[in-house]
């Protein structure tokens, strides 16, 4: 009889090595001519990141590679600006997050630069690094969710075309080897149906990668005029007395931004395909649970 894990395509050699389950620092390419801007940014973000600094434009389009999971770009400086930057960098790389740090004296309208670019987010330069360094774990994990999917495709691609070798190859083999006929059918059927399980994830990643843009795409619309409504009524507020009219409006409208704030950042965070029940019959995706890494929802 013939050894059935002839047949197992997914066996490997073992080769005595391991891999490490050590995970790298995530790289972060600050692209700034003013010294102390990076050097400032260094200093705040070295313990958490792995940095790479740059002075201009040309130095940084240069430096982009797939190692880089965000990019944080100043928009006015010497030579190639921001926007020149942005465009030849998409051209490198197209996925890799990119987040403009500038001052307000550098914009012509913040809205309008979003809109053009779509970049992964905007901060003004002062406001402090509790934002930026949100934001930045956002672009990080939503870069590494895109890279792990495209990866995941590229192996289930390959593994379809082994295994239809594979069947080909033991197919001339049923011909040549009748003796064996019963043996191979049942190895054949093993394979086919490890086919259909490596053609269902794949499907489903991709999925997962379409619904990561996507809600990647609406949360970046959401947030910009999101980050308006709840920066006026922190202002509003901060001048307003306890007995103010018109206070507690104001109030419950920027808790209800703070709410939607925090709805935004798990449409940025989607690790899986999750559904709930709605009206009817109808489902939605669930971003509690899409949020997560699987089994956690249990």
């Known amino acids: 009889m013939m050894a059935s894990d002839e047949f197992d395509i997914f066996k490997k050699e073992d080769d005595g090595t391991h891999p490490s389950t050590e995970r790298k620092p995530s790289v972060i390419l600050i692209i700034d001519d003013d010294s102390n801007i990076r050097e400032s940014l260094e200093t705040t973000l070295k313990d958490t990141f792995e940095i790479i600094l740059c002075s201009s434009g040309d130095e940084g389009i240069q430096a982009i590679n797939s190692d880089v999971d965000t990019v944080i770009l100043d928009i006015k400086m010497e030579g190639k600006d921001g926007f020149e930057t942005y465009r030849m960098i998409r051209e490198k790389n197209a996925y890799v ?46 870069h590494q969710t895109i890279v792990e999917n495209q990866t995941l495709l590229g192996e289930l691609k390959d593994l379809n075309a082994s295994l239809e070798d594979k069947v080909e ?125 699987k089994g956690e929802e249990e």
């Open 97 to 142: 997050p990119i987040i403009y740090h500038s001052a307000y004296q550098d914009l012509k309208d913040p809205y309008e630069i979003m809109n053009e670019f779509r970049p992964f987010g905007f901060i003004s330069k002062g406001e402090g690094y509790a934002k930026l360094i949100s934001l930045l774990n956002s672009a990080v994990a939503y």
């Open 169 to 293: 190859q033991r197919t001339q083999e049923i011909g040549e080897k009748n003796e064996l006929l019963e043996e191979t059918n049942t190895a054949l059927e093993r394979e086919i149906l490890e086919r259909k399980k490596m053609e269902e994830a794949l499907r489903e990643a991709e999925r997962v990668k379409v619904l990561a843009e996507t809600a990647g795409a609406a949360a970046h619309e959401i947030n910009n005029p999101l980050q308006a409504v709840t920066g006026t009524c922190e202002i509003l507020l901060a001048n307003m007395t306890s007995d103010a009219p018109y206070r507690e409006k104001i109030e419950a409208i920027h808790r209800s931004g703070v709410i939607i704030s925090e709805i935004v950042a798990k449409m940025k965070d989607i690790r899986q395909y999750v559904t709930k029940g709605y009206v009817g019959d109808r489902n939605i995706v669930d971003f509690e649970a899409a949020s997560q890494e």
